[in-house]
C-alpha cells in the first residue's frame, strides 16, 4: 500500500473524513510554500495538493487562476517549487500530491521530474490533461520514484470507464463532483449518491469527492459520498486574505465538528 493510500485509511479508521486542501504554490512569493505547509499540516490534514502555477489552466476557474497569475508573477515555477520541497522536506508530515499541466512535465523532462519529485518528497500526481489512455509512461516513469498517478472521475463517466479509471488509479480515486471547471458552487447535482455508490464498489483505493465544495457542510454532505474531500478554491481564497480560521472550520468538519474550530 502506499504512502498516500495508507494517511487516507488511517484518517478512515479514526472514523473521520480525509481532508485534502489545494493551495497555489507560491501564491504570495515562493517563500510563502513552507510555512504555508506546515501550517496546514499542523491543523490536521490528511495530504496537501500542491499546485504548480501555468499559463493555460483549462480546468480551472477564476480563483485559481487568478493565483496561478499571482504566482507566475512572482516568478514561481515547476522547477523552484520542486527545490523548495526538497529544501525542507524533512519537515513535511504529510503525503505531497502535486498537480499540474502535462506541458511544464514535459518542458522539465520526465525523468528529471520524477527525480526531482522524489527528492522533494512528493508521494501523488495529479495531471488533469493527460487521459488515462496516456498516463502508462507518467506511471512507468514515476512509481519507480514513490509517486502515485491519481486519476480523476467525471460525473459523466460511463460505467465500464468508471471501472477502468478505478482500477488504474494510484493513492485515491478523485471523484469529480461537477460539470466544469473548479471553483466554489452552491449546489450539487442530487443523482449524486448513486454515482459514488459505484465509483466506491469500483475502486480497491479511497474515493475522495472534489470540485465546488466551499462550506462545513458540504465538507460533510460531499465527504459522506466517499471517503473524503479535496477543497481548492476556497482555501486558495482563505489563505490569499489570510482568513485561516476558515480553513480551520473546514478541517474541523472532516473530523466531524461543525463549528468554527478555536485551535
Ligand atoms: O477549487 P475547487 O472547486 O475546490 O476544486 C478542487 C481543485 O481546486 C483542485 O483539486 C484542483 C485545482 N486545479 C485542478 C485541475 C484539475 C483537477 C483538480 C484541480
Redesign the pocket.
Known amino acids: 500500500m502506499t504512502t498516500l493510500q495508507q494517511a487516507i485509511l488511517k484518517v478512515k479508521e479514526a472514523g473521520h473524513k480525509a481532508f485534502v486542501p489545494?493551495i497555489m504554490a507560491g501564491d504570495g512569493g515562493l517563500e510563502t510554500l513552507k510555512p504555508t505547509i506546515l501550517k496546514l499540516q499542523a491543523i490536521g490534514v490528511t495530504a496537501i495538493?500542491v499546485?504548480i502555477p501555468f499559463t493555460d489552466?483549462v480546468?480551472?476557474?477564476p480563483?485559481?487562476e487568478q493565483a496561478g497569475e499571482r504566482a507566475l508573477a512572482k516568478g514561481v515555477t515547476l522547477r523552484n517549487v520542486l527545490a523548495e520541497l526538497a529544501f525542507f522536506r524533512e519537515d513535511i508530515t504529510v503525503p505531497l500530491v502535486v498537480?499540474t499541466y502535462f506541458n511544464p512535465v514535459l518542458a522539465y523532462g520526465l525523468e528529471a521530474f520524477g527525480i526531482a519529485c522524489a527528492a522533494g518528497g512528493v508521494k501523488g500526481l495529479?495531471v488533469?490533461d493527460v487521459p488515462l489512455e496516456e498516463s502508462d509512461i507518467l506511471r512507468e516513469t514515476l512509481n519507480p520514484q514513490g509517486v502515485d498517478i491519481v486519476q480523476?472521475v467525471s460525473l459523466t463517466s460511463p460505467p465500464e470507464r468508471i471501472a477502468k479509471i478505478a482500477a488504474a488509479s494510484q493513492g485515491f480515486v478523485?471523484a469529480?463532483t461537477v460539470n466544469g471547471i473548479?471553483?466554489?458552487r452552491a449546489s450539487f447535482a442530487n443523482d449524486l449518491e448513486g454515482h459514488f455508490a459505484r465509483l466506491c464498489e469500483a475502486s480497491p483505493i479511497p474515493v475522495l469527492a472534489?470540485?465546488?465544495?466551499?462550506t462545513p457542510e458540504q465538507v460533510v454532505s460531499m465527504g459522506a459520498l466517499g471517503d473524503g474531500v479535496?477543497?481548492?478554491?476556497?482555501i486558495?481564497t482563505a489563505l490569499h486574505e489570510g482568513d485561516f480560521a476558515k480553513v480551520e472550520a473546514l478541517v474541523a468538519a472532516s473530523k466531524g465538528v461543525l463549528e468554527k474550530s478555536t485551535l
Open positions: 489545494y495538493e499546485g489552466p480546468a480551472d476557474g480563483t485559481i498537480m495529479i488533469p480523476l478523485y469529480v473548479t471553483g466554489a472534489g470540485f465546488g465544495i466551499s479535496i477543497v481548492g478554491s476556497t486558495v
